[in-house]
Nanobody, 123 residues
Framework: QLQFVESGGGLVQPGESLTLSCKGS????????VGWFRQAPGKEREGVSC?????????NVANSVKGRFATSRDSAKNTVYLQMNSLKPEDTGIYFC???????????????WGQGTQVTVSS
């Protein structure tokens, strides 16, 4: 059974950077699309980025974070990363990873959710 554990969240100031990790266990992640999602207080969960399966690291990134966020996979560590730069207060939320359809990064198309990691951007 594929399971994820997210880590790397924390409190940062606007403009700073943070890297989140999504460690997989149970199966090699390279065979799965792995997406990052976030949920802000009082808002619906939304897709942020995704790395395609069996690819050379091809990714899909939501327009809302394009140019600031990037995702990558380290198959040797069975881990997917979310590099977040130029963070804004509106990036605050709980960040999750899950098996995802990278052509349409929506929670409804995703499965095997991790427990999430909190990111807070505040001065």
């Amino acid at each position: 059974q594929l399971q994820f554990v997210e880590s790397g969240g924390g409190l940062v100031q606007p403009g700073e950077s943070l890297t989140l990790s999504c460690k997989g266990s149970g199966f090699p992640l390279r065979y799965y699309g792995v997406g990052w999602f976030r949920q802000a207080p009082g808002k619906e969960r939304e897709g942020v980025s995704c790395v395609f399966p069996n690819s050379g690291g091809s990714t899909n990134v939501a327009n809302s974070v394009k140019g600031r966020f990037a995702t990558s996979r380290d198959s040797a560590k069975n881990t997917v990363y979310l590099q977040m730069n130029s963070l804004k207060p509106e990036d605050t939320g709980i960040y999750f990873c899950a098996v995802a359809d990278c052509s349409d990064i929506t929670p409804q198309n995703s499965d095997a959710w991790g427990q999430g990691t909190q990111v807070t951007v505040s001065s």
